[in-house]
């Protein structure tokens, strides 16, 4: 299984930009699709979260501003991210747990990065 994440660059505060992140490969079920993002010299934090049965659930710093979709017949999870602050400049992953198989156990899957700039 493999997590491709698009989206993401260089934007102005105030701006918008959407992230998106497609899973590939031999998936049964996904339970969870998240973003997280790490900024430099800090640790990495949940952004937001997309779950099957529990919907969506956001961190306090970016509810009202970012939006949490999915698509889960694609594979895909989406993060819409409006009114960016400079403190949201961070690299930015997707992350998935799922199983691979039916009845197999779930486990999380990580996609490689894609960089947020928000200048002020």
């Known amino acids: 299984v493999q997590l491709q994440a698009y989206g993401g660059g260089m934007v102005e505060a105030g701006g918008s930009l959407g992230l998106s992140c497609v899973a590939s490969?031999?998936?049964?079920?996904?339970?969870?699709m998240d973003w997280f993002r790490q900024a430099p010299g800090k640790q990495r934090e949940l952004v937001a979260r997309w779950h099957r049965s529990l919907g969506t659930s956001y961190a306090d710093f970016v509810k009202g501003r970012f939006t949490i979709s999915a698509d889960n017949a694609a594979n895909t999870v989406y993060l819409q991210m409006n009114s960016l602050k400079p403190e949201d400049t961070a690299v930015y992953y997707c992350g998935m747990y799922l199983r691979t198989r039916l009845g197999g156990s779930y486990d999380n899957y990580w996609g490689q990065g894609t960089h947020v700039t928000v200048s002020s």
């Open positions: 490969g031999r998936i049964s079920s996904i339970s969870t």
